[in-house]
């Protein structure tokens, strides 16, 4: 069982560029989050996934989409990339009991020049 | 709604020392509250849990909390640090809302310098 995994782990873009980040748990689980994790201020959800082909928006979604084709990958794309979405993203997938823990991936850094 | 606040954004402890990271809490229902931490370039890893059964919840590494429902708490405790619990220490509720995908709200993180 690999868990969460997150691919790439770093990346750096020119402001405007695109780029997609790639969530993948094999724990059969059917929520899946995307987070950003910005100093002082934790982690904010930016969507979630209730299931294969739904999403929902978080707190921070502006300048993100989503999509969940298949139960287990979560893609987190950021269309024309910003200074301010310079950011550690994580990834988390959890099963439907409501007391049940989220699982983490290792994260994703990323910084838009 | 729900929002996590955690007071102390760092916190310097010896070794051997207690350590005491505190939270609280807003919620309109009753919460399920989590202590994660996360060590230096790793994701975040679940230390205890509190889902209404008893108020007091051990976790690992000789981690507990105790949940006060009076004082809207669920301060984290561990007698004696050690050097390997240098770390950043996150506090989270969820209202356990499936509906809302049972989303988790954190606090903004303490930050653990174990001092030898």
């Known amino acids: 069982n690999a868990g969460v995994t997150q691919t790439p782990k770093f990346r750096v873009l020119k402001t405007g560029q695109s780029m997609t980040l790639l969530c993948a748990q094999d724990m059969n689980h059917e929520y899946m989050y995307w987070y950003r994790q910005d100093p002082g201020m934790g982690l904010r959800l930016i969507h979630y996934s209730v299931g294969e082909g739904t999403t929902a928006k978080g707190e921070v979604p502006d300048g993100y989409n989503v999509s969940r084709l298949k139960k287990q990958n979560f893609l987190l794309g950021l269309e024309s990339a910003a200074p301010s979405q310079t950011s550690v993203y994580f990834c988390?997938?959890?099963?439907?009991?409501?007391?049940?823990?989220?699982?983490f991936g290792p994260g994703t850094r990323l910084t838009v020049l | 709604a729900q929002s996590v606040t955690q007071l102390g954004s760092h916190v310097s402890v010896s070794e051997g020392a207690l350590v005491l990271l505190r939270c609280n809490y807003s919620?309109?229902?009753?919460?399920?509250l989590f202590w994660y931490v996360q060590y230096p370039n790793q994701g975040l890893q679940l230390l205890l849990k509190y889902t209404s059964a008893a108020t007091l919840v051990k976790g690992i590494n000789g981690f507990e909390a105790e949940f006060k429902k009076s004082e809207t708490s669920f301060h984290l405790t561990k007698p004696s640090a050690h050097m390997s619990d240098a770390a950043e220490y996150f506090c989270a509720v969820t209202m356990g809302i499936k509906a809302a995908g049972n989303k988790l709200t954190f606090g903004g993180g303490t930050r653990v310098l174990v001092k030898p």
């Open positions: 988390a997938s959890r099963t439907e009991g409501e007391t049940d823990t989220q699982y």
């Open positions: 919620s309109s229902v009753p919460p399920y």
